[in-house]
């Protein structure tokens, strides 16, 4: 696929005064039409998977995972910037602390009316039991026929949840604030089951930063936790509930690059994330969106040397922890720095075996949206959307939810989106139908677990995205002509003073990741 040329998306805006029209106005759309064309044709799967070979090497030689604050991330992190400086780019380490977690026990059984074992994860940053866990009976936070079960106080009845480890359905708000409440309620811990069925496990995710920690908070299946409701429907059921985690302050890299040349008012910014879970390599998830954005940014190296506008790329740190590298990037950005990225594409998850073609939506017209697209991104999924059609893909929308990198770019207020071929959510019979593939599997089967290695790789979804990223590197380093560049902020005159500069780490938000 990545040998087919890519097809012009809208007649570009000129980006000059209006005058007579000359071939010297025409020029930002040939360019872009020019090298969007030449890179799509020369980036591939083939090429971003040396990058997963070596990402997945150095997983091998780092205790099998390449996680954030250790030897496999920092690995990583140095094979990317060592390509990227070869390549000739102007390439920085951008620094910051964090905390490292790693679990040390994870342990839930049933011990009345039925003793059995429950599978559970540890939440990122939850609080830890005592030694040998504790021992109490199980209550049920009500299904909210909106989605938002308990995520507000009136969810909580007083004293149903007074030492007792509370169970709450996913959904309508962050794991962080739902433990929150369940420890205002007098809860002594929280079992988090999900929403969906994935197939792969218990549900896994953040909370966000350790100062959001209010009780033991573990994650279980969907199943899980209808039994357990079930089981509490007929009487009392007693749990034996432990969750332990290491929490220490560790320091990491975001890895950034940029053009030598182009015009740092109009800045386009692409991303992926780096590091893995501390379950696995983490190829797919995220080496794939990383090596295709390198795959891509190598190419543009050898045909552009002189883009219009500048084009940046970072490959995030610690995504996985709590999206801490792409917060603390854009809490550093002084003003003039924000105004000047014009746009800010995220690619991520994008060689999952059972894909789908999932384009963020800008313009929320699936109405699914948790967080407020800028104006420009609904352009942006036009562009996107644009190029796959042109090509007869199938493809769906797909939320502009916290759980990806774009999520701190889009509370900056810069146009946004993206592509993902899914992830630990169940393939439904209609998406099947309309991209292949098994229903009733997880888009990922193997998503943040040991079998997430090269093995774990679809070329076919991995070259399609490719072509998307090679696709608007190409278009936005010379023309921004499609996302109506009068409609975003205007550039400021300061524009050569603006640095990545600033004090202080990001907040980072509880997330759903």
């Known amino acids: 696929m990545a040998t087919l040329a890519a097809a012009a998306l809208a007649t570009p805006l000129l980006l000059v005064s209006a005058s007579p029209a000359t071939s010297q106005q025409d020029r930002p759309g040939k360019d872009a039409t020019k090298l969007a064309k030449s890179l799509v044709r020369e980036a591939s799967a083939q090429g971003a998977l040396r990058h997963l070979e070596r990402f997945q090497a150095i ?22 910037h060592q390509q990227l400086k070869k390549a000739g780019y102007l390439v920085s380490y951008q620094r910051f602390d964090f905390v490292y977690t790693q679990t040390l026990a994870e342990q839930l059984s049933a011990l009345t009316p039925t003793p059995y074992d429950i ?63 369940a420890a205002a309620a007098g809860a002594i811990g929280a079992l988090i089951y999900n929403n969906i ?16 920690a209010r009780i033991p908070t573990g994650g279980i299946t969907k199943a899980a936790g209808e039994k357990l409701a079930a089981d509490l429907a007929q009487g009392p059921v007693n749990l034996s509930f432990e969750i332990r985690q290491l929490q220490e302050k560790r320091s990491t890299n975001n ?89 800010y594409l995220n690619f991520e998850l994008i ?59 889009v509370d900056a207020g810069i146009p946004a989106g993206g592509t993902y071929a899914g992830a630990e959510a169940l393939k439904t019979p209609a ?26 790789i679809s070329m076919t979804a991995l070259d399609t995205h490719i072509d998307v990223i090679a696709h608007a590197v190409g278009t936005y380093a010379h023309d921004l002509g499609s996302l109506k560049l009068s409609a975003l902020p205007a550039r400021t005159d300061d524009r050569h003073a603006a640095e990545h500069a600033g004090s202080g780490d990001a907040h980072v938000y509880g997330v759903t990741r």
Not at 59 to 80: I, K, N
Not at 141 to 151: I, L, Q, W
């Open 255 to 343: 890895v950034i690059a940029e053009t030598r040349g182009g015009d740092p008012a109009n800045t386009v910014m692409f991303g992926a994330s780096l590091d893995s879970v501390l379950a696995g390599p983490g190829i797919n998830d995220n080496g794939s969106g990383s090596a295709g954005l390198l795959d891509v940014a190598l190419k543009l190296a050898r045909k552009e040397k002189n883009p219009r506008n500048k084009v940046r790329f970072a490959w995030w740190s610690a995504a996985e922890s709590g999206l801490f590298g792409s917060h603390h990037y854009v809490a550093n950005l002084t003003p003039a720095a924000k105004r000047e990225i014009r746009l």
């Open 431 to 456: 998406q099947a139908e309309k991209f292949g593939g098994t229903a009733g599997v997880a888009f990922d089967p193997k998503y943040h677990g040991p079998g997430d290695t090269v093995d774990n």
């Open 119 to 181: 599978e559970i994860k540890a939440l990122t940053y939850t609080r830890s039991t005592p030694v040998g866990g504790v021992r109490a009976e199980v209550a049920a936070v009500p299904v909210d026929a909106d989605g938002t079960t308990g995520c507000e106080p009136g969810d909580y009845a007083p004293g149903a949840f007074t030492g007792r480890i509370a169970l709450i359905k996913r959904g309508g708000c962050t794991f962080a604030v739902k433990q929150e409440q």
């Open 59 to 80: 997983a091998e030689s780092a205790g099998g995972h390449r996680v954030a604050g250790s030897l496999g991330h920092d690995a990583s992190a140095a094979y990317v």
């Open 197 to 212: 069925d994935t197939g792969y496990g218990p549900l896994s995710g953040t909370l966000g930063e350790p100062a959001a």
């Open 351 to 409: 060689a999952s075996t059972n894909n789908g073609l999932f384009v963020f939506d800008g313009d929320n017209s699936d109405g699914a949206n948790s967080q407020t697209a800028p104006a420009g991104s609904e352009l942006l999924e036009n562009d996107i959307a644009a190029f796959l059609g042109k090509r007869g893909l199938p493809h769906a929308g797909t939320p502009f939810v916290s759980r990806f990198n774009h999520g701190p770019f």
